[in-house]
């Protein structure tokens, strides 16, 4: 069994930064890929950016990059997404989630079998 555990959402205000962090433990492949999707309210869940542990090679969708860094932490599967520049339309509730393999394998959230509970973001305008 595999617990993902998200927290550092909370309210900011356009423009501010924003960090958030993930932690996955238990009977986890030793060096997944691990991301963060969002769901904004009366939208589907989306893809928001990954990260390789074995390569550290990171992805993100077009609407973040510039503005948010995925990166992982010191203790081994721990991530962190630091988001810089907010704009209201980041606002979501912001999932992280663990695929037990060494290579990416897209956006789609069907590769990724462990899921957090969820952290809200918002950002107010």
């Known amino acids: 069994q595999v617990q993902v555990v998200e927290s550092g959402g909370g309210l900011v205000q356009a423009g501010d930064s924003l960090r958030l962090s993930c932690a996955a433990s238990?009977?986890?492949?030793?060096?997944?890929?691990m991301a963060w999707f969002r769901q904004a309210p009366g939208k589907e869940r989306e893809f928001v950016a990954a990260?390789?542990?074995?390569?550290?090679?990171?992805y993100y969708t077009d609407s973040v990059k510039g503005r948010f860094t995925i990166s992982t932490g010191t203790v081994e599967k721990t991530v962190n997404l630091e988001m810089n520049s907010l704009k209201p339309e980041d606002t979501a509730v912001y999932y992280c989630?663990?695929?037990?393999?060494?290579?990416?394998?897209?956006?789609?959230?069907?590769?990724?079998?462990?899921w957090g509970q969820g952290t809200q973001v918002t950002v107010s305008s």
């Open positions: 990260i390789t542990w074995s390569g550290g090679n990171t």
């Open positions: 238990g009977r986890a492949y030793s060096r997944p890929v």
């Open positions: 989630a663990v695929a037990p393999i060494s290579w990416y394998p897209g956006p789609d959230l069907r590769f990724y079998n462990y």
